[in-house]
């Protein structure tokens, strides 16, 4: 079975991450199949909306060369196909949906280090329209430590500075790289909701980049939305990792009260392993139509569009 009608978004791929290492590559047309997310692709999949991440890989310098370099190949090379609308405010979200076959692309910058602790670069990356932001990647910078760097520390002085003013300009923050205390530090810091992009539940896949039970239900107290991501290892223990082991996540977050604050983030074009039958946009309508088999029609609906379209207009600037 499958539902018409029913418009993707994901909220988190890493394809100007590709595009910088290798600008050759093309995101209209990628004849090459180097690219997992490509604009016949989010056209096959019936997308509406999907966030590019900008991520500066760790053998690149950590200054705000490549960020910029990023952002540059996002407006040359996705925002020169017609299709795509640049998203930067709850307006540019309401009138995405009026736009039958538009594909609305969102900036978010995942990892500050390149910032190195100056927030005027933090609002340079505003006005070139990044409306998401992760403090850190895996590791520890100047902000806060990142989920694998082992003393688990939390935000900094200049970490909680970052915070408040991501929350002035209205810049979403993004938790899915944080270490547990950072993570706790955050939401204590924040006075507006949290994403997590691209996580899923800790006690079904003892990943640490997953989320703890606690973690969940306090992102989701605060009003805040997760993107069930699709990356093998976070999925699953076993390999390979299945469309239904997926399922067990949204279920998961659906039994905490999540069903109207989940979304997808898939982290396509970040990953080299893939879940079986789930390795690129073009096959997302697997998944649709497991979700069917357990979900009513218009809750499926809002796990894949309505939870994370609502929630830009309400928390994107005006």
Known sequence: MVLGNVRKVDFHCDV?????????L????????KLDVTL????????????????VPERTDKTMVPILQSIDLFYRKV????????????????????????IGAMLSLEGADGLQGDLAMLRILFALGVRAAGLTWNHA????????????????????????????????????HLSDRAFWDMLQATVKPVIASHSNSRSLCPHPRNLTDEQIKALLAAGGLIGVTFV??????????????????????CEF???????????????????????HPGEVHRLLDALLAKYPEALVKSFFEENALSFLSMHLPR
Request: aromatic share 8%.
């Open 141 to 176: 910078n100047w902000g806060a430590d990142g989920v694998l760097e082992h003393r688990g520390g939390g935000l900094t002085k200049k970490g909680r500075a970052f915070v408040e003013e991501c929350n002035r300009l209205g810049i979403l923050l993004d938790v899915s």
């Open 26 to 33: 093309s995101f209209i047309q990628d004849d090459q199949r």
């Open 257 to 279: 009260g999540g069903e109207r604050q989940l979304m997808f983030g898939s982290d396509f074009d970040g990953i080299d392993r893939y879940v079986n039958d789930l390795t």
């Open 16 to 24: 100007l991450s590709k595009l910088l290492e290798d600008p050759t």
């Open 40 to 55: 016949p692709r989010l056209k096959q999949a019936e997308s509406v909306f999907q966030t590019f991440a900008v991520y």
């Open 232 to 253: 093998p290892q976070f999925v699953s223990s076993r390999v390979p990792a299945e469309i239904a082991d997926v399922l067990r996540h949204v279920e998961r977050i």
């Open 79 to 102: 925002l020169s196909a017609p299709e795509m609308t640049f998203i930067r405010t709850a307006g540019d979200v309401k009138a995405l949906q009026r736009k039958p076959g538009a």
